[in-house]
């Protein structure tokens, strides 16, 4: 597509519950980032996906949190039992493989009531 | 770790003033480093970026020069605009690779008539 996708742009859940966030890149893209963005904070880094597998998972903050990229295009971020802190934004981003120039998407908002 | 400090906002400027956001950071090698924007309403987009000491970045009468000597990388405009309120957030990548982008908090910047 012409830019990076991000749905839903809101979600409101309750704690405890499981939610899905889904990141549809620039065609041709091969890197895929997944970011959280907290109020008043800069982009915290979670994850990256080169192609299908994932490069470097180091920001994810515990094992509730899980991302997948089964076709190396669409990534789904899945966040289990949510709790009230991880309200945020969730951001992802493409780019060429080698190039470090992100398009980032709009971000989806999620609130853990 | 590698990290980016930027001056705290917010910042507000009356049009026309000349604006400096500082921007200092701290990374092993040599990062590329970058100025990110977020307008109201939308996604992150890259403002400019340098990927070696000395290199100055610009777009959109922006400015940011890469200084080694004191790890720094200041963004500057001379002539603001109300439509340059935003967010601007400072960011770098170790490398030139796919190396995750590390961003400082954001400075808030509004700029009235």
């Known amino acids: 597509g012409a830019g990076v996708s991000q749905t839903p742009s809101n979600k409101v859940t309750e704690k405890g519950k499981y939610v899905e966030l889904r990141c549809d890149p620039i065609s041709g893209h091969t890197a895929l980032y997944w970011y959280r963005q907290s109020l008043g904070q800069g982009p915290e880094f979670l994850i990256y996906?080169?192609?299908?597998?994932?490069?470097?998972d180091s920001g994810l903050p515990n094992d509730r949190f899980f991302a997948v990229r089964p076709e190396g295009s669409v990534s789904t971020l899945k966040i289990q039992r949510t709790e009230r802190g991880d309200s945020a934004v969730y951001l992802c981003?493409?780019?060429?493989?080698?190039?470090?120039?992100?398009?980032f998407g709009a971000g989806s908002r999620l609130t853990v009531l | 770790g590698d990290s980016v400090t930027q001056m705290e906002g917010p910042v507000t400027l009356s049009e026309e003033a000349f604006l400096t956001i500082n921007c200092t950071y701290t990374a092993t090698g040599y990062p590329s480093l970058f100025w990110y924007v977020q307008y109201p309403g939308e996604g992150l987009q890259l403002l400019l970026k340098a990927t070696k000491a000395d290199d100055k970045g610009s777009n959109k009468g922006f400015e940011a020069t890469y200084r080694k000597e004191t790890t720094s990388f200041h963004l500057e405009k001379g002539s603001v605009q109300v439509s340059d309120s935003a967010v601007y957030f400072c960011?770098?990548?170790?490398?030139?690779?796919?190396?995750?982008?590390?961003f400082g908090k954001g400075t808030r910047l509004s700029v009235i008539a």
């Open positions: 996906f080169q192609g299908t597998g994932a490069a470097d």
């Open positions: 981003a493409s780019t060429l493989s080698g190039a470090n120039v992100l398009t």
């Open positions: 960011a770098l990548s170790s490398d030139s690779g796919n190396t995750p982008l590390v």
